[in-house]
C-alpha cells in the first residue's frame, strides 16, 4: 500500500514536470503570439472587406442579393421568405448559400491578392540583404561586401 502511494506521488511528480515543460515552452507562446497576431489581422481583413471592399461590389451588383432566393419543400406557397420559415415549412434557403459562395470567392481573392503583394516586398528586402555581404571563401560565413579582411577568421579578402 505504501508503495502504490509512493508511485503515484512520482507519476504526478512527472506529470506535473511534463505539463510545464508543455505549457510555458517558448514554441507554446510562439504559438499563443500567432493565434493573437491571427485574430488581430482577421480583424483587418474583415474591415478592408466590409467597409471597403463590400460597398462598391454591392454597387455594382446590386439587385442581385441572392437571400430572398429559397425554395420551399412542399405544395404550399407563401408571400415570402419570411412567411415560410413562420408557418414552420421546410425552406431550402439556396440564395443564402449562393451569398456565402460569393463572399468566400471574394475573400480568398482579395486575400491572395494581399499576400502575393506581401510576398513580393520580402522578396525585394532579400534581395537588398543579399547584396550587403559576401560569403568568406575560408570560413563561408557573412562578410561586409566591401570587407578586405574576414571578421569572423581574419583571412585576407580579395575585393
Ligand atoms: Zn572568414
Known amino acids: ?5 509512493k508511485t503515484l506521488k512520482t507519476k504526478v511528480k512527472t506529470l506535473g514536470k511534463e505539463f510545464k515543460g508543455f505549457a510555458f515552452k517558448g514554441s507554446m ?16 481583413v474583415n474591415s478592408l472587406i466590409k467597409d471597403i471592399i463590400n460597398p462598391p ?17 412542399g405544395k404550399n406557397h407563401f408571400e415570402s421568405l419570411q412567411a415560410a420559415q413562420e408557418s414552420g415549412a421546410v425552406v431550402i ?7 456565402a459562395v460569393i463572399a468566400f470567392l471574394l475573400t480568398a481573392l482579395v486575400l491572395f491578392l494581399l499576400v502575393s ?3 513580393k516586398l520580402n522578396k525585394k528586402e532579400d534581395k537588398k540583404e543579399e547584396a550587403k555581404t559576401k560569403k ?22 580579395k575585393k
Open 1 to 5: 500500500m505504501k508503495e502504490e502511494k
Open 29 to 44: 507562446l510562439d504559438i499563443a503570439i500567432g493565434m493573437m497576431i491571427g485574430s488581430a489581422i482577421t480583424a483587418v
Open 57 to 73: 461590389i454591392a454597387k455594382l451588383i446590386s439587385g442581385m442579393d441572392f437571400s430572398q432566393r429559397y425554395f420551399v419543400l
Open 93 to 99: 434557403t439556396y440564395g443564402n448559400f449562393i451569398n
Open 117 to 119: 503583394w506581401v510576398g
Open 136 to 157: 568568406c571563401p575560408y570560413c563561408k560565413s557573412d562578410v561586409h561586401k566591401d570587407a578586405t579582411k574576414c571578421a569572423f577568421c581574419t583571412s585576407e579578402l
